[in-house]
């Protein structure tokens, strides 16, 4: 899972005598070269325009995670039943035309938090099929990150927003896959560096709802997003407590909201998404 050998095939081995590897290139010595300096450039442009290597590991880590699940397209031919490009499961097709499938996703990831020099691991699983995403060692644990999952917006609840799978632990991945049991990958615990925790887009009690959400008009969003613990959360209790905060912030800001907003969702990870009206 070395996201340097991008020129190797990992599905392409040869075995003679199930002693000597053989390993299948994909592209000859001169086209590697070209994606390598390629490459090279465009990291040295993105980590000098944004200044990088100056900025906390937690924002790294995010702006890495951004830069792959707001900018990136799944392969559409995959999705549809068919078979991927070779780029699809490399770096190449993300950095040419910034499509790939998760475990191309997951190497560049991998290869961003490299040149960070941030601990990170390509993991596999299975969700229907074999599925790849990443942990990242911070502040002495591992957490999960799905660049992939967090990129469709028609995919696994993907109306909830592109943070849903980002600093997770095991529990909350579980909730959607299998981890590798053969592989002895770190143990995660705890939400504490999700995106919902870290921003206080959370609460824990249902009473407290409303007001949450009348907090979050008086910034005039485009959105708002929320993390519910409390189990008693239903549709009933959510449309109450956005109709009542809205009313409450119409009537003594005397604004309203245009528009038809759209409410997402999810009992499973318990994240609830109002995507406001202009």
């Keep these: 899972d070395n996201p340097s050998f991008f020129y190797l095939s990992p599905y392409k081995l040869s075995y003679v005598n199930n002693k000597q590897i053989y390993f299948n290139y994909l592209y ?35 702006i890495f995670h951004n830069c792959i699940s707001s900018l990136a397209n799944y392969d559409q031919i995959v999705s549809s039943g068919g078979s991927g490009k070779d780029e699809d499961y490399n770096i190449i097709g993300f950095f040419q035309g910034k499509v790939a499938v998760c475990y191309g996703f997951s190497l560049v990831f991998k290869l961003l938090c490299d040149y960070s020099g941030i601990n990170c691991l390509v993991i596999r699983g299975k969700t229907k099929g074999n599925h790849a ?72 009690d249902i009473s407290n709802l409303s007001q949450y959400f009348y907090e979050r008009l008086k910034e005039y969003p485009n959105e708002i997003i929320v993390y519910v613990t409390d189990k008693r959360l239903n549709w009933e209790i959510i449309n109450h407590s956005y109709k009542k905060a809205s009313d409450k912030f119409r009537r003594l800001n005397n604004y309203n909201f245009k528009g038809k907003c759209d409410k997402y969702w999810s009992s499973k990870y318990g994240i609830v998404r109002i995507i406001l009206g202009g």
């Design 28 to 62: 000859d010595k001169t086209t590697t070269l070209n994606y390598e300096n390629q490459i090279k450039k465009t990291l040295m442009h993105f980590f000098d325009d944004y200044q990088i290597l100056k900025l906390p590991k937690y924002n790294q880590i995010l």
């Design 133 to 204: 995403w990443n942990m990242v060692e911070y502040d002495g644990g591992f957490y999960h990150i799905d660049t992939t999952w967090d990129l469709l917006e028609d995919h696994n609840d993907g109306k909830l927003g592109i943070y849903k799978f980002f600093m997770v632990d095991d529990l909350w991945i579980k909730k959607s896959r299998t981890i590798n049991a053969i592989a002895n990958y770190p143990k995660s615990y705890g939400l504490q560096y999700t995106y919902y925790v870290r921003n206080k887009y959370m609460i824990n």
